[in-house]
């Protein structure tokens, strides 16, 4: 009898961190599903053919509800249960938030937490009701402190840092885990797209290895950790920002926090 394969979807994998958390589910046998707005999702799918695995992409915006409907309809054509769920798909934007177009700001607010946590939800009913499945969420470092001139996605990863703790909590007895993924800076095309290249973290060499944040994040989630920080500087951050003053973090002066703390 010919054992099922298993399937992961996996967000934000056309380039980065996502890419590289969809190889290693591709290297472990996984079919793939994989999501991103942008059409370097096919030319993604093209570099994680591993021996007989499927690799199904999807351009869509999960920013919009068209977006997450189109993704969860290739789920369900799939026929076959999600045993794996890495919601990476997220956005950022650079400077004030009063400078800011209200659009944009908005779209940072629809992609990191609505696209993902309606995707979790989707997902999550039925391996809930399975009793198995793995769930990764990529929360962030930045989720930890006020982001001056970055303060919608600092907010918008706050959300999801406390939500996946919450979510694991609530599913600690179901066969489900939930892990939350807490970068740093990463070298990806996140700063680019957030126009913020011209920043001091945008411009800085010293960005973590998007394959060893994959890394750390995958084992994390196949160990059931709740969540996990990559890297020792992103540790001493994180431990930092518990105890400092709202104020002390919020303008920059614990451990390069604010803006320079963005992951992707």
């Known amino acids: 009898m010919t054992t099922p394969r298993r399937l992961a979807v996996i967000t934000g994998a056309s380039s980065g961190i996502g890419l590289e958390l969809a190889r290693l589910c591709a290297q472990d046998g996984y079919d793939l599903i994989i999501a991103a707005d942008d059409a370097a999702i096919f030319d993604a799918a093209e570099k994680l053919s591993y021996g007989d695995a499927s690799v199904t992409p999807v351009q869509c915006d999960l ?49 990191n937490i609505d696209g993902t946590i309606n995707l979790v939800h989707h997902v999550g009913r039925g391996m809930r009701s399975r009793g198995r499945g793995r769930i990764l969420i990529t929360g962030s470092i930045a989720g930890l402190m006020p982001g001056t001139f970055q303060a919608v996605y600092n907010g918008s990863k706050a959300f999801l840092d406390s939500f996946s703790v919450a979510l694991s909590n609530e599913l600690k007895d179901s066969g489900v885990t939930v892990t939350c993924l807490m970068p740093g800076a990463t070298e990806a095309n996140f700063f680019r797209h957030a126009d913020m290249l011209d920043t001091e973290v945008g411009a800085t060499e010293d960005k973590a290895d998007p394959t060893d944040v994959a890394k750390t994040g995958y084992d994390a ?13 992103n540790k001493m951050r994180a431990a930092v920002a518990a105890v400092a003053p709202e104020g002390m973090k919020a303008d920059g002066t614990i451990g390069n926090t604010g803006r320079l703390d963005i992951h992707r």
């Open 63 to 111: 920013s919009t509800t068209q977006g997450i409907d189109e993704l969860r309809e290739v789920i369900g054509e799939s026929r076959s249960p999600v045993d794996v769920l890495m919601a990476y798909a997220g956005r950022g934007l650079g400077e004030g938030f009063l400078d800011q177009d209200m659009g944009d700001a908005l779209k940072v607010v629809h992609t």
């Open 221 to 233: 989630m196949m160990k059931g950790e709740i969540s996990v920080i990559h890297g020792f500087g």
